[in-house]
């Protein structure tokens, strides 16, 4: 019986040292592929190959935490190739304002005989490319604050039917002068919402504008004001020559000026959009396009009623 006991004790010995001898192989391989990962960054999923249960949840683990850095990974990459892409086309951006304010500048300086009114009409075009030179830079750093979450924005209780009718008579007299037929449906009382005041006249501000750019050979704007128990649902609506279904998803990015901007007449810096879609969402809201080319297309979007 005592020699029986002993070959037992002698077998989970081995048994236990062969158990170890496993685990450690199993523990070390796992070690010099996460060293593989770490390095090369290329974030492969390990492979369950191990008959130990606890290695087998390490594993799972491990493989969860890999999964979530390959996500990382492609989201940050995704970030960096769009950021290339904005500062390529806000650097071609200024280049041509900035090429016509050194022209303009050289003419002045250099042509001793142009006449008083010459000087005026180059002073003036002059003043605005550099206007267009400063609401560039402005659009770019609104942007890159609102990505960054160092703007933030303080809610209050604002006045939307207010701000709409700012928004307008602010395009009143180039609506106007284009010939665009304006049908604003607001309700007869005014209508209060938790907002913020600027942020509200930059986001029509920048609607507006896109109507003007992108909309302006439907010769339309329309401003349309839902409300529910709770939610102010807006929309601005253009006829003109709209987005396409596969540009939709595309439209709110940074950089994306769509088919529209290959017409060198109406073409934008495609931070606009981006800009709209930050600070609707900064409000507590999302904004959502519907559009059929050269019938309707609408920008919607809601806010919560104080």
């Known amino acids: 019986m005592k020699y029986i006991i002993i070959i ?27 060293e593989a990962i770490i390095r090369e960054e290329n974030y492969k999923t390990l492979l369950l190959n191990c008959n130990n249960e606890e290695t087998q949840g390490l594993i799972l683990t491990i493989n969860k935490l890999i999964s979530e850095k390959r996500l990382e990974k492609s989201i940050r990459e995704e970030r960096d190739e769009k950021i290339k892409e904005m500062l390529a086309n806000v650097s071609h951006d200024l280049k041509t304002p900035l090429t016509v304010i050194l022209g303009y500048g050289e003419m002045i ?4 005989d142009l006449t008083e009114g010459e000087k005026k009409e180059l002073l003036e075009g002059l003043m605005g490319k550099t206007e267009e030179v400063v609401t560039l830079i402005n659009k770019f750093f609104t942007l890159a604050k609102l990505e960054s979450g160092d703007k933030s924005l303080e809610m209050e209780k604002v006045n939307l039917s207010e701000i709409i009718r700012e ?4 395009f009143y007299e180039v609506l106007e002068k284009e010939n665009f037929q304006v049908d604003i449906n607001l309700p007869d009382e ?8 600027d942020a509200l006249l930059r986001i029509f501000n920048n609607l507006i504008s896109n109507v003007m750019r ?12 839902e409300i529910s128990s709770n939610l102010v649902k807006v929309e601005v609506i253009d006829k003109g020559q709209g987005v396409e279904e596969k540009e939709k998803e595309k439209i709110f990015e940074r950089s994306y ?38 019938k309707e297309t609408v920008f919607s979007f809601t806010l919560e009623k104080a």
């Open 8 to 34: 037992i004790l002698f077998s989970l010995c081995i048994y236990e040292h062969i158990r170890k001898s496993r685990l450690k192989k199993e523990i070390l391989n796992i070690n010099r592929k996460l």
């Open 109 to 112: 300086n250099q042509d001793k």
């Open 167 to 170: 928004s307008i008579i602010d």
């Open 190 to 197: 005014d209508i209060w919402v938790n907002g913020n005041k």
């Open 214 to 225: 992108y909309g302006k050979c439907g010769k339309y704007l329309g401003i349309n004001m």
């Open 257 to 294: 000026t769509g088919a529209a901007s290959r017409n060198s007449e109406i073409s934008g810096n495609g931070l606009g959009l981006t800009i709209v879609k930050s600070l609707v969402n900064s409000l507590g809201g999302d904004i959502q396009i519907h559009s059929i080319p050269y």
